[in-house]
């Protein structure tokens, strides 16, 4: 899947639509959902033009990939979050019902957040 430059998220990058900032490094930036899922919902993106995990994983450089992560584990640390717990997740295409086509990871915490996914029939 080719990279879609007019996604949400590259216009997030390019200054042409605004967030709530809470963390930016040289390769990613994080910001908080637009609409929350839970009382933390964090959105966790590198900068580089990413249209999933799967393409990130092949794709991104060791030092973005690594500076990802470090942003994601800080993040969680800034929010508060490490003790009372926390889950990250990545959506990736159709199945994943993954609706921007930029690669992210939310960021969820500051309740319980139940199960782990819906169970659904084959
Ligand atoms: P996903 O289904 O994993 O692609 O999730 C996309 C997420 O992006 C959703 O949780 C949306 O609420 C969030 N979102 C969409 N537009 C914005 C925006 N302008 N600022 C912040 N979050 C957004």
Known sequence: MAYDSENVFAKILRGELPCDKVYETDHALAFK??????????????????????????????????????????????????????RMLANHGDDGRQEVPHFHVHVFGGCDLGGMVRRVSA
Do not use: C, W
């Not at 637009?34 to 933390?40: D, E, K, L, N, R």
């Not at 990130?56 to 800080?74: H, K, L, M, P, T």
């Open 33 to 86: 959902d637009i609409q929350p899922q839970a009382p933390v919902h964090i959105l966790v993106i590198p900068k580089g033009p990413y249209v999933s995990m799967d393409d990130f994983s092949e794709n991104a450089s060791d030092a973005e990939i690594s500076e990802f992560f470090r942003v994601v584990g800080q993040v969680a640390r800034d929010a508060g979050v490490v003790e009372t717990g926390y």
